[in-house]
């Protein structure tokens, strides 16, 4: 007996394409975003695989690349529950921020303290910023607890109780649950699915828009370490990238 968990990274949004911190600020998809989630949706259904249910972000970018994916497989239709435990990490005062604007406030050697850290936050967010989210009614019932800044070890930390609480028991209940989240969100799931350490995950990268598939124990361990991508050409050339972009 095994659960199949489908990780999906939304696609490119506006703030990728312009090389932004985004976090919690709330912008949709580019056009190649757009397609991009319209493309996982197909690689589902040359899977045969189908999802009894739905897990997103409160972000759009996550939120629309669900829908374009469960509509391109026919799967409009399924339950979805959100949470903002699945959002993006918060990047605090970088937020709204370039590599360029970041490397010239706060100097290279913070900047590849913060970009290798597992447990160093960026300064945090001013409430008064344009890019807070302090007074956005989805978070009302945080209050006060809303994070200004998160580091990686935050991220797992906050989006694990969702994991235990609402992803497994509807893996266990339904047997194949979608998850579409962000790049770190997803990466700290990873991290505790495949016993990544604090040192390793710096350099993991998930691709946006092509599924990932686990195959997990009925101890939620996976069958195979590192899941298996669904277009895996595509996803190495995407890995690739983004580890050239980063030199
Ligand atoms: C908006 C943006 C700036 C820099 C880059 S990068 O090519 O330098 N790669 C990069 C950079 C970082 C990061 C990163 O993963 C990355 O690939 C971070 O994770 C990070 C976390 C907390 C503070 C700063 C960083 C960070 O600068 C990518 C995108």
Not at 124 to 144: C, K, T, V
Not at 179 to 193: E, I, P, Y
Request: glycine content about 6%; proline content about 5%.
């Amino acid at each position: 007996m095994t659960y199949t968990l489908i990780l999906l990274r939304h696609g490119q949004s506006e703030w990728n394409e312009k090389n932004l911190f985004t976090g919690w600020y709330d912008v949709s998809l580019t056009e190649k975003g757009r397609a991009e989630a319209t493309r996982g949706g197909q690689l589902l259904t040359e899977a045969g695989l189908v999802p009894a249910v739905l897990h997103t972000s409160l972000l759009k970018r996550a939120i629309i690349t669900a829908n374009l994916a469960l509509e391109s497989a026919d799967l409009s239709w399924i339950p979805v529950k959100r949470n903002w435990r699945l959002n993006e990490r918060h990047y605090g005062a970088l937020q709204g921020k370039d590599k360029a604007a970041t490397l010239a406030e706060y100097g290279e050697e913070q900047f590849m303290e913060w970009r290798r850290s597992y447990d160093t936050p960026p300064p945090a967010l001013n409430d008064d910023s344009e890019f807070s989210q302090i007074n956005d009614p989805r978070y009302a019932d945080l209050g006060d607890a809303a994070p200004r800044t998160e580091c990686l070890k935050d991220v797992l930390d906050r989006m694990l109780p969702y994991w235990e609480n609402e992803i497994k028991p509807d893996l266990v209940a339904s047997k194949t649950v979608l998850v579409t989240a962000h790049g770190n969100s997803l990466r700290a799931l990873v991290k505790h699915l495949d016993g990544i350490s604090d040192e390793d995950i710096a350099s993991l990268n998930i691709p946006t828009g092509i599924p990932l598939v686990y195959e997990l124990n009925e101890d939620f361990t996976p069958v195979t370490r590192g899941g298996q991508y669904l277009d895996a050409d595509a996803a190495a050339d995407a890995i690739k990238a983004v580890a050239n972009q980063g030199r």
